[in-house]
């Protein structure tokens, strides 16, 4: 998508929600039941990474079965990747990082791509090709809020999806930041709970997140 739109549309999908869900499917069965359990607290935006051998099968199926849900895919590494996930009918891409050849697909691609930065440098290779909405990764680990709240000095028109050791505590510090458009983790999905099929767990987990201040 050219220059303004692949951020616009983005910034519309991920704002509808203050988090992320990003799922990584190790059992084909839990697929239908962990998207509805994330439903029924309201979630209708999902990331499915490809880390397993079943995310690619996983996003497939959701764009079937749950069009309703908006499923992006995650850890899109390449260009291999990147068609695949399209065809699979992925309605948005992240990847945890940034190359050129990824930024350049993105913008011609029929999705937005939501590209994974953790610096004011990958920022700006971004920048100037258009993007104005990134995955902040790993977002703890590179600085969290306080680098979030330093890169709204000279990034003043970014916004960003924060991603990576985020859990419910910390949630609420990343809402009220300005450039923040939702929050992305796996932690309404823990894998004791997936494992035990408790999905009434999972719908209570994600229905405890705080609303924006
Ligand atoms: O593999 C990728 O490309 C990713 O998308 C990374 C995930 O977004 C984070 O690993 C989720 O972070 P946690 O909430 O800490 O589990």
């Not at 990003?22 to 509805?36: F, G, N, W």
């Not at 399209?86 to 999705?111: M, N, Q, Y």
């Not at 930041?177 to 709970?193: I, K, Y």
């Amino acid at each position: 998508m050219r220059l303004l739109e692949n951020s616009r549309v983005l910034d519309d999908i991920l704002a509808g929600q203050p988090i992320l869900p990003v799922l990584s499917i190790t059992r084909e069965s839990d697929i239908l039941p962990m998207a509805d359990a994330l439903a029924a607290a309201g979630i209708t935006n999902l990331e499915v990474t490809l880390r397993t051998p079943l995310g690619l099968g996983a996003i497939r199926l959701l764009a079937s079965e749950r069009p309703q849900l908006c499923v992006g895919a995650g850890t899109v590494l390449d260009a291999r990747q990147f068609q695949s996930v399209l065809d699979a009918g992925a309605r948005f891409i992240v990847t945890p990082g940034t190359t050129d050849e990824l930024l350049a697909l993105g913008l011609d691609s029929p999705v937005p791509l939501l590209p994974g930065v953790a610096t004011a440098s990958e920022i700006m290779r971004g920048y100037r090709l258009g993007y104005r909405c990134f995955k902040l990764f790993p977002a703890e680990i590179c600085g969290g809020v306080k680098l979030l709240k330093a890169l709204a000095g000279p990034f003043h028109d970014v916004r960003f999806c924060p991603t990576g050791g985020i859990g419910p505590e910390r949630l609420p510090d990343y809402l009220a930041l300005d450039n923040v458009v939702a929050v992305g983790g796996s932690w309404m999905a823990p894998r004791d709970l997936i494992e035990s099929g408790d999905w009434q767990a999972i719908t209570r987990l994600c229905r405890q997140v705080p609303r924006r201040r």
